[in-house]
Each structure stands twice: as C-alpha cells, then as structure tokens.
C-alpha cells in the first residue's frame, strides 16, 4: 500500500484486499499518517482492490470520522458490488476514473 499527501489530501493507493485480517492495520496507518498532517480529505484508490468484506466496509466508514470527506476511486467490479449491496456509496463518495478525468480537465 502506498500512502501520499497532496496538499490537505491524503491519497491511498495499491490495497489488493481489504479485510478482517488487515482492516485494523490499514486503519492505523491511514490515523497515523492522518495525525501527522492537517489532512481534511482522504482518497482510497480502490481500482486494485479484488477482496473487500464487511470489517473492509466498516473501516472506510471509520475514516469518515477523522476527515471531512472520504472518496473511493475506481473501485474494482468486486469491491463497487460490495457498495451497492450495503448501499454505502450513500455514505462514503464513490468515483469512477470519468468523474475523476473530468474534474483535471
């Protein structure tokens, strides 16, 4: 996993899985980074990202509460199937690589 900051935005990026058996350790990682800098956004880039379950769902809900936003980018076939199923692209802001292409033009 890599964690990088841009700005006051902390960006997420290369998690294959994210389940009961790392969810703590990539929470703690995301606090820690977190708690270094200011950091009023996260992004997680989730593109890679082939196992999310529920400790996974319910650890990208706990970030919502140490920022003011938390955004999902790309999230693979598996990991938006488990977003629409708990129907937390209602919490959390998913986007796809269109939205995010547009917004740099």
């Known amino acids: 996993m890599t964690i990088e900051r841009h700005r006051d935005t902390l960006r997420a ?43 996974g769902l319910g650890t990208l809900v706990a970030l919502r509460k140490l920022v003011d936003r938390v955004r999902l980018l790309n999230p693979a076939p598996s990991a938006h199937q488990m977003l629409e199923l708990t129907r937390l692209y209602r919490v959390l802001k998913v986007v796809k690589c269109e939205e995010i292409a547009a917004t740099l033009s």
Do not use: M, Q, W
Request: net charge negative.
């Open 13 to 55: 990026s290369g998690i294959k899985e994210l389940h009961a058996a790392n969810a703590a350790a990539f929470y703690e990682a995301i606090k820690e980074a977190v708690t270094t800098a200011p950091v009023r956004h996260i992004e997680i880039d989730l593109s890679g990202t082939a196992l999310l379950d529920s400790c």
